[in-house]
C-alpha cells in the first residue's frame, strides 16, 4: 500500500477570519511563519481595510488552491453616498457631489438593475495588470488607466439597512452574492451614479467564499494562540484538503489501485466511475484523499497526487 505523504505536516485549509489593518499577503506571511512551512498561499485578495473570511491554504492544500479560484463570494457592503473616491473606497481622494442626495425608495430601486450578469468597469485603483504593471501603480504614476469592462454575475444584491441621519450623506449596508473577480468597490460606484450622484465603499466585510463562511472562521489572535507553543496546534483548526470539492465525486481504490496512482499511472478502477464529472476525489479503503483525478475513456488520470508511491523491499543479499 502506498505511503501517505502527508506525515506530521500540516495540510489543509485554515479559514480566518482576517481583520482589517493587514493585507492578505501579511496574513499568508504570520500563518507561514506560525505554521514553519513556506507552503501557504491564500484563496482570494482582500484590501487592507476589509475585513471577513480568507481561506489559506497550508501545505498539500496550496495544489488544491485552483479548484477556489471561481468560488462564489458573498459580501456585506457599506456604501456612503454624496461623494466619489479615486480608489472607489474610503482610502482614495473623496470629492462631494453637488445636488440632493438619494432617497432609500431610489437606492433600493437601483439595486435590481445590479442583478444578474452586468457589465463592470474595475476601479482604476486595483492589481489588474496593464502593459506588465499593476493598474494602481500608474495610476499613483499619474498616468490615466483605462481598464477594459468585464462581465460578473450578481446573484443577489439586498439592502439591509439604511442611515439618513446625515441627509447629505446617507449610507447604505447592502449584502452582495456575487461571482469571482467582482469588484465590490466598484459595485458601490455604479450605485452611486445609478441614483443620479456618487458613492464610494465605505467598509467591506467578506461573509462567505464558497464552502467558507464568516461564523466558522477563526480570529487571527485563535491562530497565535493554537500556534504559540508548536505549529501541530494550528492541527484541529484546519479542514481537509478536499473541502468543498462536492462537485468532485468520489472513487474508492484499492490499495493496488492506490499504489498505481501513487506512481503517476493511469487506472481503470475495480469500483467503476460514478456519473460523469470533470474530476473526480480518488480516496483509499481508509477514506484518506489520494488524489485529484480526471476521466479519459472509463480510466482514471491522476492530476494532483498526495501520496507517495510504496517503498519496494529491498533484493536479498546473496549469501555466499
Known amino acids: 500500500m502506498a505511503r501517505s505523504s502527508l506525515g506530521p505536516g500540516l495540510d489543509g485549509i485554515l479559514v480566518v477570519a482576517k481583520p482589517a ?13 506560525l505554521a514553519a512551512t513556506k507552503r501557504v498561499g491564500h484563496g482570494g485578495t482582500l484590501d487592507p481595510f476589509a475585513t471577513g473570511v480568507l481561506p489559506v491554504f497550508l501545505g498539500h492544500a496550496t495544489r ?3 479548484y477556489h479560484l471561481g468560488d462564489r463570494k458573498a459580501y456585506r457592503a457599506t456604501v456612503c453616498f454624496g461623494a466619489s473616491s479615486t480608489t472607489d473606497d474610503l482610502e482614495g481622494e473623496l470629492t462631494p457631489t453637488q445636488g440632493a442626495a438619494p432617497a432609500r425608495e431610489a437606492v433600493e430601486a437601483a439595486l435590481t438593475g445590479l442583478t444578474g450578469t452586468i457589465s463592470q468597469r474595475p476601479p482604476a485603483y ?15 504614476a499619474g498616468e490615466t488607466v483605462e481598464l477594459a469592462i468585464r ?23 447592502v449584502d452582495v452574492a456575487c461571482s469571482a473577480g467582482t469588484y465590490v468597490r466598484a459595485l458601490a460606484r455604479d450605485l452611486g451614479e445609478k441614483v443620479g450622484g456618487a458613492a464610494y465603499l465605505g467598509a467591506l466585510t467578506r461573509t462567505a467564499s464558497g464552502p467558507f463562511t464568516l461564523d ?28 468543498g470539492l462536492d462537485d468532485f465525486p468520489v472513487v474508492t481504490l484499492t490499495p493496488d489501485e492506490v499504489a498505481a496512482i501513487a506512481r503517476g499511472q493511469f487506472v481503470r478502477p475495480a469500483a467503476g466511475l460514478p456519473a460523469p464529472a470533470e474530476r473526480y476525489r480518488l480516496r483509499d479503503e481508509a477514506g484518506a484523499l489520494v488524489a485529484i483525478a480526471s476521466a479519459s475513456g472509463g480510466r482514471l488520470a491522476p492530476d494532483k497526487v498526495f501520496v507517495t508511491p510504496p517503498v519496494r523491499p529491498a533484493d536479498p543479499v546473496p549469501v555466499a
Open 64 to 66: 488544491i488552491v485552483e
Open 216 to 243: 466558522a472562521a477563526t480570529p487571527l489572535d485563535e491562530i497565535r494562540t493554537a500556534a504559540a507553543d508548536d505549529p501541530t496546534g494550528l492541527l484541529p483548526l484546519l479542514r481537509p484538503l478536499d473541502t
Open 21 to 33: 489593518g493587514p493585507t492578505s499577503h501579511d496574513v499568508v506571511a504570520l500563518v507561514r511563519r
Open 151 to 173: 462581465e460578473v454575475t450578481i446573484h443577489a444584491i439586498e439592502l439591509v439597512s439604511w442611515d439618513g441621519a446625515d441627509p447629505d450623506r446617507p449610507i447604505a449596508v
Open 126 to 140: 486595483s492589481a489588474i495588470k496593464v502593459g506588465g504593471r499593476r493598474a494602481y501603480a500608474l495610476a499613483r
